[in-house]
Nanobody, 128 residues
Framework: QVQLVESGGGSVQAGGSLRLSCAAT????????MAWFRQAPGKEREGVAT???????SYRDSVKGRFTVSKDPSKNTLYLHMNSLKPEDAAMYYC??????????????????????WGQGTHVTVSS
């Protein structure tokens, strides 16, 4: 059973930084596409960034240059480094993973329906 546990959320002022973590356990396949999503109150869940085992990453336009996704394979932990945070970045952030397409992220759209496994989320608040 794949389990994803996020941590690192909190409250920061605009312009500040946070690092989110997603610890993964129970992987059955060798490669997974992993992603960060977020959902603000009253809005749909949206993809933020992806990371696949070959190191390929992708980002939604609004976070490019500010957010960086990385992974520590020794800890099987995915990170989202968030810099220059804006009030519009405030949301519940979720980690997701899926083994289909051989773990490729590029072969799927960045939508929640493409991911089988989800964490419980970690909350990020950004004050102006």
């Amino acid at each position: 059973q794949v389990q994803l546990v996020e941590s690192g959320g909190g409250s920061v002022q605009a312009g500040g930084s946070l690092r989110l973590s997603c610890a993964a356990t129970g992987y059955r396949y060798s490669s997974y596409c992993m992603a960060w999503f977020r959902q603000a109150p009253g809005k749909e869940r949206e993809g933020v960034a992806t990371f696949e085992s070959q190191g390929y990453t992708s980002y939604r336009d609004s976070v490019k240059g500010r957010f960086t996704v990385s992974k520590d394979p020794s800890k099987n932990t995915l990170y989202l480094h968030m810099n220059s945070l804006k009030p519009e970045d405030a949301a519940m952030y979720y980690c997701a993973a899926d083994p289909s397409y051989g773990g490729s992220c590029a072969l799927r759209p960045l939508t929640e329906h493409e991911y089988e496994y989800w964490g419980q989320g970690t909350h990020v608040t950004v004050s102006s």
